[in-house]
Nanobody, 122 residues
Framework: QVQLVESGGGLVQAGDSLRLSCAASGRTFSSYAMGWFRQAPAKEREFVATITWSGGSTYYADFVKGRFTISRDIAKNTVYLQMNSLKPEDTAVYYC???????????????WGQGTQVTVSS
């Protein structure tokens, strides 16, 4: 089993920055890639970014390239999502995820966090 606990969501204004954190635990969590998804009201959950624990390879959805950065701190077993230049359309519940090839979509996720709300006002 892998446990994922997110933190760092909140209410910000357009153009602001926010950093989400995801603390991972469990016997085998390092064997999974880590990632972030988001789900806006009345929309499907969508892939945002992913990173590997070992080499730190990253991949981003096109709509966040240049604005969001995913990173990991191996010593703290924590993955981060730095979000800059936030837009109202970034408003969603953001979920931490563990799985493989998660850029394909939700079917590749093995474990989910509980989610954290991000609201961007205009």
């Amino acid at each position: 089993q892998v446990q994922l606990v997110e933190s760092g969501g909140g209410l910000v204004q357009a153009g602001d920055s926010l950093r989400l954190s995801c603390a991972a635990s469990g016997r085998t969590f390092s064997s999974y890639a880590m990632g972030w998804f988001r789900q806006a009201p009345a929309k499907e959950r969508e892939f945002v970014a992913t990173i590997t624990w070992s080499g730190g390879s990253t991949y981003y959805a096109d709509f966040v390239k240049g604005r969001f950065t995913i990173s990991r701190d191996i010593a703290k077993n924590t993955v981060y999502l730095q979000m800059n230049s936030l837009k109202p359309e970034d408003t969603a519940v953001y979920y931490c995820a563990a799985g493989q090839s998660m850029r394909i979509g939700v079917t590749r996720v093995d474990y989910w966090g509980q989610g954290t709300q991000v609201t961007v006002s205009s």
